[in-house]
Each structure stands twice: as structure tokens, then as C-alpha cells.
């Protein structure tokens, strides 16, 4: 299994010179999260933005990573606002892997139970789940990216039928 970190809020951290909320260049927080594991995962970072900023190239590059490995599971964290936009592209080009894309509506930074219960959630699904396929775990939901959509009107994400 291979977690790639693209940033997100997921990630965001508070910077006190200019008072906003940033997404680092850094997998600090994932590695805080798998430190209360016994298990080493393989991490990696890529783009490292807000999912609001991510454009056609960036996800060109996760997908080409994606290629690249020689995993067949993958969980992708990514900002929630773009991530069906990136799971419908991923679901265009892979027919022979399984990618979970998880992420949180608020920084860990801020509540650390949301962003963990995702990433945990996330990685016991890909440890279990046998089915090639994209899949978003949001809300304590995991379905097809189709499947589950962010309702910005009570912040989370929902089954949809």
C-alpha cells in the first residue's frame, strides 16, 4: 500500500505571520497519525495544495505515480472540495488497482479525531477490499467515488443512490 499526500485541509496548518491556514510542503501529520501504528507504510508527497488550486497537470502527476508503482492499493489524501473531480480522472485511466481518496473538512490542527478516523478507516479498507476500483471514505462512509458526494450545506460528505 502506497499513502500519497497531496495537501488538503486535511493537512493545513495555521501560520501566525499571515493568520491563514496553509497547506505545508511536509507529510508531518500523516506521520503523526501512523506513528501510533506498529506498521511502517509507504508515504509519499505530491502537489501539496488546497484541492481548490489543483489543476489538469497536478493530477496528470498523481496518476502517473499511481503508474509508476508497483503497489495495486493506494489511498490518496486530498482537499475535499476537488476530490470527485480528481476520482472521476483517476477512474478514466485505472481499471487494475484499488485508490481510496480520504481527506477531512477540518485540519487535523484543529480536530484531530475527523482527520484520523478517515486516514484509519481508509487504510483497514484497503486492507480488507479486494475490488479494483475508486472509492472516497468521507464521514464515516466508504463507496465509489460516484457513490458519495460532499454536501457543503451541513459540511459532510453523504451517500448518494
Not at 501566525?16 to 501529520?29: C, H, K, Q, R, W
Not at 481499471?95 to 481508509?122: Q, W, Y
Amino acid at each position: 500500500m502506497l499513502i500519497l499526500n497531496s495537501g488538503g485541509t486535511f493537512n493545513k496548518k495555521y501560520n501566525e505571520m499571515t493568520g491563514e491556514l496553509e497547506v505545508p510542503y511536509d507529510n508531518f501529520i500523516i506521520e503523526k497519525i501512523l506513528a501510533s501504528t506498529d506498521v511502517k507504510y509507504n508515504l509519499a508527497g505530491a502537489v501539496y495544495k488546497d484541492s481548490l488550486q489543483m489543476t489538469f497537470d497536478d493530477r496528470k502527476m498523481i496518476a502517473n505515480i499511481l503508474m509508476e508503482s508497483v503497489e495495486k492499493k493506494f489511498l490518496l489524501v486530498h482537499g475535499t472540495d476537488t476530490m470527485n473531480l480528481t476520482a472521476e480522472f483517476l477512474d478514466e485511466i485505472f481499471d487494475d488497482r484499488i485508490i481510496v481518496l480520504t481527506g477531512a473538512m477540518k485540519p487535523f490542527e484543529i480536530d484531530k479525531v475527523e482527520a484520523s478516523l478517515n486516514l484509519g478507516m481508509s487504510i483497514g479498507f484497503l486492507k480488507a477490499v479486494s475490488e479494483n476500483g475508486i472509492y472516497i471514505c468521507m464521514s464515516g462512509h466508504i463507496e465509489r467515488w460516484n457513490k458519495i458526494e460532499k454536501n457543503r450545506e451541513i459540511g459532510k460528505f453523504q451517500v448518494v443512490r
